[in-house]
């Protein structure tokens, strides 16, 4: 399934799946990879994210519920984390979840310096793209797309 994409031109996002050991993003339609992009995640970005500020991102199944243009980061999507689970995980450890978790562009700021993010794990635990990427995600994945993040 994840050997081969086939790029239409536009394709009804059903999921988007993302591989951390990878660092890929796949946008899904039924089984099908429609698109395939390179990640950075958060400068810890091995293991669940536990709590807030250990620069981990999540991994399970959550929704991209929400979007904000004019983000710190060219255009970002909210994954809704922390679930029911993650904050009683959290909360057993006497920790906060954290939250405010998203796809994004890079640093509004990073003009000119794009070299230097991408590729890399540089986020408080986000997933970044390219903002190039950041433009077809936005324009292909709808509000309410189920996420699901793998180790």
């Not at 980061?73 to 405010?100: Q, T, V």
């Amino acid at each position: 399934m994840l050997d081969s994409v086939r790029p239409l031109e536009n394709p009804e996002v059903s999921e988007v799946l993302v591989r951390k050991k990878e660092r890929r993003l796949y946008l899904l339609s039924g089984d099908e990879v429609v698109r395939s992009y390179r990640i950075g995640l958060g400068d810890n970005p091995s293991g669940h994210k536990l709590y807030e500020g250990d620069e981990r991102t999540p991994e399970g199944e959550y929704i991209l519920d929400w979007r904000n243009p004019n983000s710190d980061f060219y255009k970002s999507i909210h994954i809704s984390y922390p679930n029911e689970k993650d904050r009683e995980l959290a909360s057993a450890w006497g920790l906060n979840p954290g939250g405010s978790i998203m796809i994004h562009g890079l640093p509004n700021e990073a003009e000119g310096m794009e070299f230097a993010y991408l590729g890399l794990d540089w986020t408080d635990g986000c997933i970044a793209v390219s903002n190039e990427e950041m433009d077809e995600i936005w324009q292909l994945v709808s509000d309410g797309t189920p996420i699901r993040i793998l180790p």
